[in-house]
Nanobody, 127 residues
């Protein structure tokens, strides 16, 4: 019943920008912890950025600090990842994830804390 749908991926040159969207549905709680994770071929899945939709906080991986921004819409059912100054090493499949836990949740970067996952959207950064 819970569904996460990513969109906004594509191909961009080094230094360019992309904005990813994650539409969430089926959650019974008004707030959530959600995040973006990515996985490149031959590499482990890693956290990118996370957010508590009840008003923060946000957490960023060191590799994207200052370049990426996670945010949400007013209805708190969509999260975004604004990616600026993209680098070839950002190339990966980007996944939206949610904890789906009631009450306050801390948006940890630990992958195992997230229980629901989207199918992913491909981001390719070329030089």
């Amino acid at each position: 019943q819970v569904h996460l749908a990513e969109s906004g991926g594509g191909s961009v040159q080094t230094g360019g920008s992309l904005r990813l969207s994650c539409a969430a549905s089926g959650f019974t709680h008004s707030t959530n912890c959600m995040g973006w994770f990515r996985q490149a071929p031959g590499k482990e899945r890693e956290a990118v950025a996370t957010i508590y939709t009840g008003g923060g906080p946000t957490v960023y991986a060191d590799s994207v600090k200052g370049r990426f921004t996670i945010s949400q819409d007013n209805a708190q059912n969509t999260v975004f990842l604004q990616m600026n100054s993209l680098k070839p090493e950002d190339t990966a499949t980007y996944y939206c994830a949610a904890m789906g836990i009631g009450g306050y949740c801390y948006p940890a970067l630990e992958i195992d804390a997230y229980n629901y996952w989207g199918q992913g959207t491909q981001v390719t950064v070329s030089s």
